[in-house]
């Protein structure tokens, strides 16, 4: 298969299903293997250059399973936020990269990615821990995973997206942000997105309006009609004026954020080395988009 048009270094770079794959620098860009997790075996070669990628599907691989893990069911969404902000060439290089079928390690990596470098130490861990069962590092996010890790698998068993990002926003050290990231990159509910801490600052400058109320989403089960909060803090207002475009945008606007100081070394440099630039030029389009959608 061969993939014309997106940026794999940028979607990757933003996707928690990153660990999932191994990585090859390689002249002109990077390979990259699909070596855990419930489907692999998929083989892209990612050229920076052209933007093109030759892809290599295992036989058994549905193609809604290839869809999904490359980002290629989303992409249309990125498309149209392009032609709405005349951002062809820029915005629309992106992809939602998510996979239901490794919802369990996406849960374990967004666990693990509390308060740490998500490219040093996340994916390090969560790659650790696929392969050998543990994680040799002594921090409390792994301590905290260690003691959660057999609830977390329980709470993504239920066949709900909804119902799991409630059952995970129970355990301890997750949060609303953790749980709609969840079902973001877990199951491609682009309605939702976490509030970290690039969204949330870009967003304050439209909305003057609270973060969700743990409490509430959890008795809501994360439907805002439902809330006695809707409308009345930052998420509901988002979903209510954004709908599928709040995690796109969010996506970007991580990508942008987390740009301004990503380090030349290891996985990011791979990944994102050469497209440092467009940091203030994705922040100008997803400011623009947010500017007419939450200033009306």
Same mark, same amino acid.
């Given at each position: 298969?061969?993939?014309? =048009?997106?940026?794999?270094g940028?979607?990757?770079?933003s996707s928690?299903?990153?660990?999932?794959?191994?990585? @090859?620098? /390689?002249? =002109? =860009?990077?390979?990259? &293997?699909?070596?855990?997790?419930?489907?692999?075996?998929?083989v892209?070669?990612?050229?920076?250059?052209?933007?093109?990628?030759?892809?290599?599907?295992?036989?058994y691989?549905?193609?809604?399973?290839?869809?999904?893990t #490359?980002?290629?069911?989303?992409?249309?969404?990125?498309?149209?936020?392009?032609?709405?902000?005349?951002?062809?060439?820029?915005?629309?290089?992106?992809?939602?990269?998510?996979?239901?079928?490794?919802?369990? /390690? /996406?849960?374990?990596?967004?666990? #693990?990615?509390?308060?740490?470098s998500?490219?040093?130490?996340?994916?390090?861990?969560?790659?650790?821990?696929? +392969?050998?069962?543990v994680?040799?590092?002594?921090?409390?996010? /792994? *301590?905290? $995973?260690?003691?959660?890790?057999?609830?977390?698998? +329980?709470?993504?068993?239920?066949?709900?997206? #909804? @119902?799991?990002?409630?059952?995970?926003?129970t355990? !301890?050290?997750? =949060?609303?942000?953790?749980?709609?990231?969840?079902?973001?990159?877990?199951?491609?509910?682009?309605?939702y997105?976490?509030?970290?801490?690039h969204?949330?600052? #870009?967003?304050? @400058?439209?909305?003057?309006l609270?973060?969700?109320?743990?409490?509430?989403?959890?008795?809501?089960?994360?439907?805002?009609?439902?809330?006695?909060l809707s409308?009345?803090?930052?998420?509901? &207002?988002l !979903?209510?004026?954004?709908?599928? $475009?709040?995690?796109?945008?969010?996506?970007?606007?991580?990508?942008?954020? *987390?740009?301004?100081?990503?380090?030349?070394?290891?996985?990011? +440099?791979?990944?994102?080395?050469?497209? +440092?630039?467009?940091?203030?030029?994705?922040?100008?389009?997803?400011?623009?988009?947010?500017? &007419?959608?939450? *200033?009306?």
């Open positions: 298969m061969r993939v014309k =048009g997106i940026n794999y940028l979607s990757l770079y928690y299903t990153l660990p999932l794959f191994d990585l @090859e620098e /390689v002249s =002109g =860009g990077f390979i990259f &293997r699909k070596r855990q997790g419930a489907y692999r075996g998929l892209c070669r990612f050229d920076k250059r052209s933007f093109e990628t030759e892809c290599k599907i295992p036989r691989w549905s193609k809604e399973v290839a869809y999904k #490359l980002g290629l069911d989303k992409h249309f969404l990125y498309r149209k936020l392009a032609s709405e902000l005349d951002g062809k060439g820029l915005v629309d290089t992106i992809t939602l990269m998510y996979s239901p079928s490794d919802k369990t /390690v /996406v849960a374990y990596t967004i666990y #693990l990615s509390q308060n740490t998500y490219h040093t130490n996340t994916v390090k861990w969560v790659r650790q821990f696929l +392969e050998t069962g994680i040799e590092a002594r921090s409390y996010q /792994v *301590s905290w $995973f260690m003691e959660n890790m057999n609830l977390i698998r +329980e709470s993504t068993s239920l066949e709900d997206p #909804l @119902e799991e990002a409630a059952r995970l926003l355990l !301890r050290g997750v =949060g609303v942000k953790s749980s709609q990231a969840y079902l973001l990159y877990a199951h491609g509910l682009t309605e997105a976490p509030l970290d801490r969204y949330k600052t #870009l967003v304050s @400058e439209y909305l003057d609270p973060p969700p109320d743990k409490n509430f989403c959890l008795r809501a089960f994360f439907n805002c009609e439902k809330c006695p409308g009345k803090c930052m998420h509901s &207002r !979903r209510s004026r954004l709908g599928y $475009f709040n995690g796109v945008l969010q996506s970007i606007v991580y990508i942008a954020g *987390s740009l301004k100081k990503a380090g030349g070394r290891g996985i990011v +440099e791979v990944l994102v080395g050469g497209f +440092e630039d467009l940091s203030d030029l994705l922040l100008d389009k997803a400011s623009l988009y947010l500017s &007419r959608r939450l *200033s009306t």
